[in-house]
């Protein structure tokens, strides 16, 4: 990790906590994390609409972009891998989630965009980038299945799964409190070049 | 002629998929595993080094552990090529689906197929045309599946442009290196990206699969092509799309290009992609018993 130091984060973090993180830190997390994906972030959305409680109490929670595979056991539900799934599709949900609950970390892949961003500039949150692909690898950190709601509506991969964690991660804080953005200037800095490699491309090939 | 051995059993063929099926899910590719090694040490950005290395170890506890490497177990498609010589004895679709159901257990295997409309889940990888299974024939004496999963974000970024026929190479070229840099990190870099050129909108597709197939260090045997798929990885890698797309050294592990012929009023070019684990079982049947995963 070249100099850079693992900061060990305990939920609920606050909003101090939060405002305290850099883009381009690494992090880890104890504590209580809800997964969330396409599915769940619409019935939010239906219950808000409709004036209807939600089962659960996202006010200052840590969300996981993530649909994972469980197994039930005789001693409860248990994680057999969990991973990140693409956070971009959920762009059009999340500005309003994170400003509704105060919603202090998303977890997930890919990054968001600038509404996402301002959100939890306003807000005190930040996006805290997973690995794709490396569930079994993060899947350590996962301690015990904690709750689950909406299990019969969603299915397995779609519930909302409370989960209990411990050194989980380690995550890179991606977007910061502060408006730093490293997918966006990394997308900028991607762009800049594309040109550049474009007209590099030989006229004759075949 | 006579044809030793009385082919296989329709149990044994289940227990086999079953097994080629963990293979790829919980192994992945050591190809993948060497190419991401060999970046890692190259690598001069932090964090693109601190996300290679968790690939890593992705692989390490995957493989010890005995569960999938990505919760994301991807859908369940087969190529099968049956050899004239082989005995087949049962019905083929039918025992893939029950190896399906069965590896969805076992494996586990998240259940992904839902319908396309009211996105309700199968519940168990099968039903609604799955498992595809796509068949070639061939003159020989065994019976191959292949099996190859990827997760949906990889999936999503599938592309297929139809060219003018009289458009330059170049313009091909500038198509695969403006998608690649649309994708960013969506996709879970570094792929293998694969090319199909030719064939008509739906071959060049299936040839761009068959591209990600291939292992980042094989080339296209046309030397030509291969120094196309050399120079759009140089470009591609160019970009600084990095690890996740958080920038770094390199961002695929390789372009592969398979091309075929086309009607002379076209020129369809696919673009496909399979995520760094690089998911892959090979099984041969043999008559004789013998069965062989790879």
């Given at each position: 990790?070249?100099?850079?130091?693992?900061?060990?984060?305990?939920?609920?973090?606050?909003?101090?906590?939060?405002?305290?993180l850099m883009a381009g830190d690494v992090v880890s997390l104890d504590g209580e994390i809800f997964t969330l994906r396409d599915k769940a972030h619409k019935r939010?959305?239906?219950?808000?609409?409709?004036?209807?409680?939600?089962?659960?109490?996202?006010?200052?929670?840590?969300?996981?972009?993530?649909?994972?595979?469980?197994?039930?056991?005789?001693?409860?539900?248990?994680?057999?891998?969990?991973?990140?799934?693409?956070?971009?599709?959920?762009?059009?949900?999340?500005?309003?989630?994170?400003?509704?609950?105060?919603?202090?970390?998303?977890?997930?892949?890919?990054?968001?965009?600038?509404?996402?961003?301002?959100?939890?500039?306003?807000?005190?949150?930040?996006?805290?980038?997973?690995?794709?692909?490396?569930?079994?690898?993060?899947?350590?950190?996962?301690?015990?299945?904690?709750?689950?709601?909406?299990?019969?509506?969603?299915?397995?991969?779609?519930?909302?799964?409370?989960?209990?964690?411990?050194?989980?991660?380690?995550?890179?804080v991606a977007i910061d409190a502060h408006g730093k953005n490293l997918f966006t200037e990394n997308e900028n800095s991607v762009k800049g070049k594309e040109q550049?490699?474009?007209?590099?491309?030989?006229?004759?090939?075949? | 002629?006579?044809?030793?051995?009385?082919?296989?059993?329709?149990?044994?063929?289940?227990?086999?998929?079953?097994?080629?099926?963990?293979?790829?899910?919980?192994?992945?590719?050591?190809?993948?595993?060497?190419?991401?090694?060999?970046?890692?040490?190259?690598?001069?950005?932090?964090?693109?080094?601190?996300?290679?290395?968790?690939?890593?170890?992705?692989?390490?506890?995957?493989?010890?552990?005995?569960?999938?490497?990505?919760?994301?177990?991807?859908?369940?498609?087969?190529?099968?090529?049956?050899?004239?010589?082989?005995?087949?004895?049962?019905?083929?679709?039918?025992?893939?689906?029950?190896?399906?159901?069965?590896?969805?257990?076992?494996?586990?295997?998240?259940?992904?197929?839902?319908?396309?409309?009211?996105?309700?889940?199968?519940?168990?990888?099968?039903?609604?045309?799955?498992?595809?299974?796509?068949?070639?024939?061939?003159?020989?004496?065994?019976?191959?599946?292949?099996?190859?999963?990827?997760?949906?974000?990889?999936?999503?970024?599938?592309?297929?442009?139809?060219?003018?026929?009289?458009?330059?190479?170049?313009?091909?070229?500038?198509?695969?290196?403006?998608?690649?840099?649309?994708?960013?990190?969506?996709?879970?870099?570094?792929?293998?990206?694969?090319?199909?050129?030719?064939?008509?909108?739906?071959?060049?597709?299936?040839?761009?699969?068959?591209?990600?197939?291939?292992?980042?260090?094989?080339?296209?045997?046309?030397?030509?092509?291969?120094?196309?798929?050399?120079?759009?990885?140089?470009?591609?890698?160019?970009?600084?799309?990095?690890?996740?797309?958080?920038?770094?050294?390199?961002?695929?592990?390789?372009?592969?290009?398979?091309?075929?012929?086309?009607?002379?009023?076209?020129?369809?070019?696919g673009i496909a992609n399979n995520c760094w684990p690089g998911r892959k079982a090979t099984t041969r049947f043999y008559n004789n018993g013998k069965i062989r995963?790879?």
């Amino acid at each position: 990790m070249a100099g850079r130091k693992l900061i060990k984060l305990k939920t609920p973090l606050g909003r101090e906590t939060v405002s305290g993180l850099m883009a381009g830190d690494v992090v880890s997390l104890d504590g209580e994390i809800f997964t969330l994906r396409d599915k769940a972030h619409k019935r939010v959305f239906d219950l808000l609409k409709s004036g209807k409680e939600i089962p659960f109490d996202l006010r200052e929670q840590a969300i996981f972009h993530a649909g994972p595979i469980m197994r039930k056991t005789k001693q409860g539900w248990k994680v057999v891998v969990i991973g990140p799934t693409t956070s971009a599709r959920l762009e059009s949900f999340e500005p309003e989630l994170i400003k509704r609950f105060k919603i202090r970390a998303v977890i997930g892949k890919g990054g968001m965009g600038k509404e996402t961003a301002d959100a939890m500039r306003e807000t005190g949150c930040v996006y805290l980038a997973a690995v794709g692909g490396a569930a079994a690898l993060l899947s350590q950190g996962i301690k015990k299945v904690a709750g689950v709601f909406w299990l019969n509506e969603n299915g397995e991969a779609e519930a909302v799964w409370q989960l209990q964690v411990k050194d989980f991660g380690p995550l890179i804080v991606a977007i910061d409190a502060h408006g730093k953005n490293l997918f966006t200037e990394n997308e900028n800095s991607v762009k800049g070049k594309e040109q550049k490699q474009i007209v590099m491309l030989t006229r004759i090939c075949l | 002629m006579v044809v030793l051995g009385s082919g296989i059993k329709k149990q044994q063929f289940v227990e086999a998929i079953v097994e080629a099926m963990r293979k790829a899910i919980v192994f992945g590719s050591d190809a993948n595993k060497r190419e991401i090694e060999k970046q890692r040490r190259e690598e001069t950005c932090g964090l693109a080094k601190l996300q290679l290395g968790q690939m890593l170890e992705n692989f390490k506890v995957a493989r010890k552990k005995r569960i999938p490497l990505c919760q994301d177990t991807g859908v369940p498609i087969f190529y099968a090529r049956v050899g004239s010589k082989f005995k087949l004895n049962f019905d083929l679709r039918e025992a893939l689906g029950e190896a399906v159901r069965k590896a969805t257990k076992e494996i586990p295997l998240r259940a992904n197929i839902v319908h396309p409309v009211s996105r309700e889940n199968t519940g168990n990888n099968c039903g609604l045309g799955f498992p595809f299974v796509f068949f070639d024939f061939f003159n020989g004496n065994y019976l191959e599946i292949v099996f190859c999963p990827k997760g949906g974000g990889s999936e999503n970024m599938g592309r297929l442009r139809m060219f003018e026929p009289t458009a330059q190479i170049e313009e091909v070229k500038r198509f695969i290196v403006e998608t690649v840099a649309e994708w960013m990190g969506k996709c879970c870099p570094p792929c293998t990206i694969g090319i199909g050129i030719g064939g008509g909108a739906d071959i060049c597709l299936n040839l761009a699969k068959k591209a990600t197939l291939r292992e980042p260090d094989e080339r296209n045997k046309d030397k030509k092509i291969a120094e196309m798929e050399r120079e759009l990885l140089e470009k591609i890698n160019g970009l600084g799309i990095g690890p996740m797309g958080l920038g770094g050294k390199h961002s695929a592990l390789a372009v592969n290009i398979e091309i075929a012929g086309t009607h002379t009023a076209t020129l369809p070019v696919g673009i496909a992609n399979n995520c760094w684990p690089g998911r892959k079982a090979t099984t041969r049947f043999y008559n004789n018993g013998k069965i062989r995963i790879n």
